[in-house]
T-cell receptor, first 112, second 114 residues
């Protein structure tokens, strides 16, 4: 079955370290998204991609970067982790011209 | 500036009764609206959607109503079941944002008591 996976599911890191969260989808979707979920804010868009080599900044992109070298993967990198980046991170994907996004199970990140 | 707002952080209802979850938006360019459900330790899952050309969409126990003049939508669950207990997110998109970029509300925690 086609799916979207995220790894790791849980991560503890220290302030200042570089962290990369993986997202992999097997639906062959062109569009991929990264969100963070925080209490009182819902889901906020960090970065998104409409296809290979395409990346765009979302609402809360500072301190994060993404790269899209193939259709299946959109890794999210925290350049220098900060305590404010402690959150739950969700990856999602969708087909072109369709609004429904399918979400991965999430990565819970704690920055100490 | 929160363009999609869910003013009730939580809602508690009895099993078998109706659950009504509300969502307000400020961007008049939004033309497509969705509801997602999220269980703990899982990703959000798509529940139901509505286009701005409609004012109602029904799928089994779930109905979404859209009032464009009031910039308000609501999700009705009838009858409510304990398995419906989850966080519900309202989301919206505008036509100028290709590739289905969504703006989410803060979420409402629904608890259905047996």
């Amino acid at each position: 079955d086609a799916e979207i996976t995220q790894s790791p599911r849980h991560k503890i890191t220290e302030t200042g370290r570089q962290v990369t969260l993986a997202c992999h989808q097997t639906w062959n979707h062109n569009n991929m998204f990264w969100y963070r979920q925080d209490l009182g804010h819902g889901l906020r868009l960090i970065h998104y991609s409409y296809g290979v080599q395409d990346t765009n900044k979302g609402e809360v992109s500072d301190g994060y970067s993404v790269s899209r070298s193939n259709t299946e993967d959109l890794p999210l990198t925290l350049e220098s982790a900060a305590s404010s980046q402690t959150s739950v991170y969700f990856c999602a994907s969708s087909l072109d011209l369709q609004e429904t996004q399918y979400f991965g199970p999430g990565t819970r990140l704690l920055v100490l | 500036d929160q363009q999609v707002k869910q003013n009730s952080p939580s809602l508690s209802v009895q099993e078998g009764r109706i659950s009504i979850l509300n969502c307000d938006y400020t961007n008049s360019m939004f033309d497509y609206f969705l509801w997602y459900k999220k269980y703990p330790a899982e990703g959000p899952t798509f529940l139901i959607s509505i286009s701005s050309i409609k004012d109602k969409n029904e799928d089994g126990r779930f109905t979404v109503f859209l009032n464009k003049s009031a910039k308000h939508l609501s999700l009705h669950i009838v009858p409510s079941q304990p398995g419906d207990s989850a966080v519900y997110f309202c989301a919206a998109s505008a036509p100028e944002t290709s590739g289905s970029r969504l703006t989410f509300g803060e979420g409402t925690q629904l608890t259905v008591n047996p």
